[in-house]
């Protein structure tokens, strides 16, 4: 189900009008004084983005100190909609130099004007690829003075990339060296009980590229996703090479891959964007390999002291060392002093946010550091409250390593002029939500 908008408007806090555009005939032009009475005035802004006056709906949403309002008659898609505000945002940051404020909307009213026309027709979203729509709306906005130099113009040939069949990427790019970068970045999210049992556990990545090829290569990424090797076995009509396979959940591509390919060989093939890109996001829920294990031992010793023993283990191989490691203990508010014993890294009591925090520079594989500390805690006369103890986080990264076991088992270029390639794979895994009761 398409938007279908019949408005949008570009309001500053005040509730002024700063652009506004009409697509359809179908909604009156007081639309703005609905908006501003019945959600600005009754300060229900944040309550919830979504409002329905009449036979109206307003979807709204801030960015900086501008609120971008859709305004619908019909039924819609607000998950579209709300795509359509975050997109456009990023087309005028493009634009802008990567603001996007109340000033930067006075300054550039004329092209966004302009660009709104081309991105949304008659209510329905259309392309909003900066780099595409860049080939042939060629004015510049007024930048920002933080912002950085724009890059040379690309040769326009805005009917080949709107209509061809690969608009995300023009024709005639030249490099002396062609290389691709690829990089699987993924966040694990944790939460463990005291007494070491996994309660959630899930693993969020990407794979982002960057992509300095010439001509128009087509690429093909192989991973050891189950099924990948399921339908390489299949093929071959022999079992797929030994080794882990995984199980890939809510997967989503970017639009240059052929999804067509991918449900038929079970491979990620693409003609890629030139630079930097978001290639594909997953999610793992099972068999994730936990880079560390926290083991924390908190006493609580009469009204005035409190023993904490915390030793922290790392999974991954002994040749592997993780960098920023930072374990945070929650200790109570009425803490007054503290002293430590750390095996290795430094630790201190940051009365700011009522923990001691540990950290270690560079921790190496297959290792087990502790950390002693005792808490002296003021002695008051009212009674004491219980202390909630909430959990023990961590943060971290841990290059050349994945909690998933995803792998690259292939990355493979053709090009018709058969120019060598230089590819370039890297892995880190960093913390999402790493937290540990105690």
Not at 52 to 62: A, D, E, K, L, T
Not at 160 to 182: C, D, H, I, P, S
């Amino acid at each position: 189900m398409p938007v279908a908008a019949s408005a949008i408007y570009f309001l500053n806090l005040r509730g002024d009008v700063l652009i506004n555009r009409l697509y359809r005939d179908d909604v009156g032009g007081n639309m703005v004084d609905a908006f501003r009475m019945h959600i600005m005035q009754t300060k229900e802004l944040g309550t919830c983005p979504v409002r329905q006056i009449g036979g109206c709906s307003f979807f709204y949403m801030r960015i900086s100190n501008v609120y971008i309002v859709i305004v619908v008659s019909s039924n819609a898609n607000v998950a579209c909609a709300f795509k359509f505000v975050v997109e456009a945002v990023n087309l005028f940051k493009s634009y802008f130099g990567g603001a996007f404020d109340e000033d930067a909307i006075r300054n550039n009213f004329v092209l966004i004007y302009e660009l709104l026309d081309e991105i949304m027709d008659f209510g329905y979203p259309q392309n909003l690829s900066p780099e595409i729509l860049k080939l042939y709306i060629t004015q510049e906005g007024v930048r920002s003075p933080f912002s950085s130099k724009p890059a040379d113009k690309p040769v326009p040939n805005a009917t080949l990339q709107v209509t061809g069949a690969v608009g995300w990427r023009r024709e005639g790019l030249v490099y002396k060296k062609n290389e691709v970068f690829l990089d699987i970045v993924e966040s694990v999210n944790l939460l463990m009980s005291s007494k070491g049992s996994v309660l959630r556990c899930d693993v969020t990545g990407k794979i982002l590229m960057k992509c300095f090829l010439s001509g128009m290569p087509d690429l093909k990424l192989g991973l050891n996703d189950k099924i990948g090797l399921e339908k390489e076995s299949q093929l071959k009509s022999r079992p797929a090479k030994s080794g882990k396979t995984i199980e890939l959940d809510d997967v989503t591509f970017h639009q240059c891959v052929n999804l067509t390919r991918f449900n038929s060989e079970k491979t990620v093939s693409f003609v890629p964007p030139d630079g930097e890109f978001e290639l594909m996001k997953y999610r793992i829920t099972e068999g994730v390999n936990l880079p560390f294990r926290v083991l924390p031992t908190i006493k609580e010793l009469g009204r005035t002291r409190v023993e904490v023993n915390v030793k922290v283990k790392s999974v991954f191989g002994a040749k592997m060392f993780a960098l920023g490691v930072v374990i945070k203990i929650p200790v109570p508010k009425q803490t007054a002093k503290t002293s430590f014993q750390v095996t290795t890294g430094r630790a201190k009591y940051n009365a700011a946010i009522d923990c001691l925090v540990w950290k270690i520079r560079k921790f190496p594989g297959q290792t087990e550091p502790t950390m002693s500390a005792e808490v002296e805690l003021i002695s008051t006369i009212a009674e004491k409250k219980s202390w909630t103890r909430p959990p023990i986080q961590m943060e971290f990264q841990v290059p050349m390593f994945t909690a998933s076991g995803l792998r690259v088992r292939f990355l493979k270029v053709w090009e018709k002029s058969g120019y060598n390639t230089v590819e370039w794979v890297r892995y880190i895994t960093k913390a999402g939500s790493y937290e540990i009761r105690c």
